[in-house]
């Protein structure tokens, strides 16, 4: 029988594979009718999965197979099996059974701000178990990966030492020839959010180093797909860069978005290779919210649908209120309002049927809502919902909130267009007082209140404050964007219209080609604000026409 902790070289692995195989049958079915712990060992989840049909079609019809997954909240495996025997009639008759347990894979190995990781509390119960499991008459076949087992014979020798064999198997897709086994130490990663608020920059900057220098080491000896713990580390990574960007603490924005973007993706890549779905919806929600803010809306869209997906077959309410939210704010984004509009009432109707009880969320939602009636012309609807949306966050939040000044941008916006200035510029002066107490010039959405109050100045034949504006909005937005971002091209755009509206033709020009550029590659040419901005482009030119004429 085997008993070894070293994996086997893939080049030999389907032999090796099947003779493992063969000691694991030969061991269940000769421990059927009494407790026998078999340890399996496969970094494969799609793998073992296979391997677990194949011996429990063997077994059949002599021998009935369960299984179970165990509870990440309380990994406990006597508890777990304790659970499925107590529910299941043919179990509590001590008829010819095997219980196949699985679920360990998916436990995090860091504290997360805990004080024990998922995976400590497993170890933990693990090591009080073997007198506890003795009233079970039934082989238990415990599946777990290799960095699972390598923890295992440390910190639960007592389980360990009671095993009655490990039976190893390696995917046999492995095309290495120079194969050789890799161990990350993953003990030695800690991220703990309790940490001192006043190291807490050096802590993370330390911690950052560590988790990349990890993963490279792992890549340059295989595969990332090799180890299925290590999308962990590369969704941490991805986090901390996502972060940065979020509290303005990056030290060069757009590297770091790509960064962070590229550690996203490869978590997702790892846990689509091993069908790890659990979770996933939080993956794929922070690289969507990368590629949105790039204005990247395609991908973003798809990253958003797949993770509702998701949500919606685990029943899980909340989080899928989130992304109807972020695919309807995409939409809404692309001019493609009824699609919004229909997403908005969805996400509305699992609030308003007490699915989800989020009042923040829901006021939220109900803003993005009024804004889309308000992108579609319905001004009387826009403003009932905005002030509607302002109230409950002034109730929730009080004055002074973030949330409260994107409520107050928006009234200020609808009274502009429809020329009452007076209320327009009082509600985009108490809205920027808000974000410049509480963020400086430090985020893109105090550039949106400059970029606000420089269109009302506009329309009231201010130029010169309205330049000052747009030039100070513009500034905070390539600071945050890039250079091509949707939100770029309006700035662009409307600094043009100020110069065209100065006389200042040549300097127009040149900003609105830049504009349409942007809106081109990022909305597409039909979307309604690229055909605007063609227009204005068109008028220009008609302009400078006419002037040479002259």
Known sequence: MTDLVDLPNPE???????????????SIEASVGKLSLLIAVCDDVNFHNQIIDRYETELKPETRPYRVTLDRKEPSLRAAIAQLIQSDDYLQKNNKAIITV????????????????????????????????????????LWVNKQILSSLVKQAPDFWSWRRGVFLFAPINKKTTNYKPYTIEWDSVSLNSKADKNSQDTQQSLRLEDLIETINQAEDISTIKDNSSLWVLCEMVGQIYAERLKNTNSQNYKTEQDLATQYFQKSIAIRRELNLRTGLDISLANLGSLYEAQG??????????????ILQEQGNYADAINRLKDLARIHHAQGQYEEAQ???????????????????TYATIINLQASTYHAQGNDTKAEELYIKSLNIRLEKFGESHADVAISLNNLGLLYSEQGDFIKAESRYKQALLIQEKLLGDKNPDIATS????????????????????????????????????????????????VYKAQGRFAEALPLYEDALAIAITTLGDEHPITQKFKENINKLSEQLSLDKEL
């Not at 073997?130 to 039934?138: D, G, M, Q, S």
């Not at 990247?296 to 997906?309: H, N, P, V």
């Open 342 to 360: 229909k997403l908005y009432q969805q996400a509305l109707e699992i609030y308003e049927d007490g699915k989800d009880t989020d009042i923040a």
């Open 102 to 141: 699985t679920g360990t894979e998916e436990l995090y190995f860091l504290r997360l701000g805990e004080d024990r990781s998922e995976q400590e509390i497993f170890f933990g119960y693990l090591q009080w178990t073997r007198e506890a499991l003795r009233e079970f008459h039934y082989p238990i076949v």
């Open 12 to 26: 030999n692995s389907t032999d090796l594979n099947e003779d493992n195989y063969d000691d694991l049958i030969v």
């Open 450 to 497: 400059l970029n606000n109050l420089a269109l009302l100045y506009y329309s009231q034949g201010d130029l010169l404050k309205a330049e000052s504006y747009l030039q100070r909005s513009l500034n905070i937005r390539r600071k945050f964007l890039g250079d091509k971002h949707p939100d770029i091209a309006g700035s662009l755009n409307n600094l043009a219209g």
């Open 296 to 309: 990247e809306y395609e991908q973003a869209k798809q990253l958003y649908s797949e993770g509702l997906d």
